[in-house]
């Protein structure tokens, strides 16, 4: 059967279309998603070019697929299912990408997770980070001009007023935050050496969604998965070592080791205490 007849039973959608209104397709695909498609004489057929693409283009195609599944699921029932949580924030990315473009001050009320206090913040936007499953705001708070990370999730009543600052140039956000995880920064510190061994199987899974840009495989047999990286051992580094439990092991630095050895006896003796209670 044809594929495109085939898809058309399974979505419902018409998926054939004239030479002409294909080739539009194609300069609109391009220009949106910065994928080029072009015709194979020797098969006959047009194709993806498979060239590098960038991080910005690899999430526009999975957010392109995402659509489209979650579009069918809704055809024939309950087939995905999607993880209770609370919303992102993502409702207010429209807004604050707009204010950063156009270098206009933002204000909103914004919640702390410490405390659960609630402020009112005018800031100066940069850029969003994606972090851990989360979406943050990196701006210069301008109470005290100092750079910030704000949860996109804790902001509420965003505001985008009409007034204008100047590029902030001394903030750039590709290089801040290039040696760490996360979305800690300004520490100070500079980047590690960090080699980390998992598992065979934890490995593999670790292989195939890297914990950082800098991992590189430098081991693997049948006792261990050994991976290098190059980063700045941040809370939120120390965390995601911690996630993995008994399945990985820091060799290096000695320092970052001992100080996982001492967050891991600190959670036995916690609870060990509540095993007496």
């Not at 998926?15 to 020797?42: G, H, N, P, W």
Request: with cysteine; glycine share 6%; hydrophobic share 35%.
């Amino acid at each position: 059967m044809n594929f495109l007849t085939l898809q058309e039973e399974i979505t419902g959608d018409r998926l054939t279309c004239s030479l002409r209104t294909f080739q539009r397709a194609m300069i609109e695909i391009s220009r949106i998603y910065q994928v080029d498609i072009k015709f194979d004489k020797s098969q006959k057929v047009y194709l993806i070019e498979q060239d590098e693409r960038d991080a910005q283009s690899e999430r526009l195609m999975e957010s392109f697929d995402l659509f489209n599944a979650i579009r069918m699921g809704n055809s024939f029932g309950n087939h995905l299912i999607f993880e209770n949580r609370k919303a992102l924030g993502t409702e207010h990315m429209h807004g604050l990408l707009h204010a950063i473009r156009s270098r206009v001050e933002v204000s909103f009320s914004y919640k702390k997770y410490e405390d659960g206090s609630i402020s009112e913040r005018i800031v100066k936007p940069i850029a969003i980070k994606e972090a851990r499953n989360r979406w943050y705001l990196i701006a210069r708070d301008s109470a005290d001009e100092v750079v910030k990370n704000f949860g996109l999730d804790r902001i509420n009543g965003l505001n985008i007023s009409n007034r204008k600052f100047k590029k902030i140039k001394d903030f750039n956000p590709e290089e801040e935050f290039r040696y760490t995880f996360g979305i800690i920064n300004g520490t100070g510190e500079k980047p590690e050496k960090i080699v980390l061994s998992f598992t065979p199987t934890e490995g593999r899974y670790v292989k195939s969604l890297p914990l950082h840009h800098s991992q590189n495989e430098i081991l693997k047999n049948k006792k261990e998965h050994r991976f290098e990286y190059d980063l700045v051992p941040t809370y939120d580094f120390k965390m995601e070592i911690l996630s993995y439990g008994d399945t990985v092991k820091v060799l290096e630095p000695a320092n970052l080791r001992k100080d996982i050895v001492a967050k891991l006896k600190k959670a036995l003796e916690g609870y060990q205490a509540a095993g007496k209670t």
